[in-house]
């Protein structure tokens, strides 16, 4: 089991930047990919960024150029840097991590970052 717990959400005007952290503790010896999705008030949750164990990264088209996924496996952290941000970046941001034994997978998620881009 892969416990998850996002932080650095908040407020911040357009054209701003923030930073989001993703701690994993529990079975990370399991975890292969992990990255960032989104959902905003009446949408479905999307995804916003992934990265594998081996840095492969992968971005939304509406954030490339904009943020930035990155990895730290000795510490067992992911980070989603924001900038440039716009009201429709305005979402609840969770932390995904995908686990693999041999012969199963798995997701966790985390409870939830909430990011208000407002004017």
């Known amino acids: 089991q892969v416990q998850l717990v996002e932080s650095g959400g908040g407020l911040v005007q357009p054209g701003g930047s923030l930073r989001l952290s993703c701690a994993a503790s529990?079975?990370?010896?399991?975890?292969?990919?992990m990255g960032w999705y989104r959902q905003a008030p009446g949408k479905q949750r999307e995804l916003v960024a992934t990265i594998t164990s081996a840095g492969i990264t992968n971005y939304a088209d509406s954030v490339k150029g904009r943020f930035t996924i990155s990895r730290d496996n000795g510490k067992n952290m992911v980070y989603l840097q924001m900038n440039s941000l716009k009201p429709e970046d305005t979402a609840v941001y969770y932390c995904?991590?995908?686990?693999?034994?041999?012969?199963?997978?798995?997701?966790?998620w985390g409870p939830g970052t909430q990011v208000t881009v407002f004017s």
């Open positions: 995904n991590a995908e686990s693999c034994g041999s012969s199963w997978c798995t997701n966790s």
């Open positions: 529990g079975s990370i010896f399991s975890i292969n990919a």
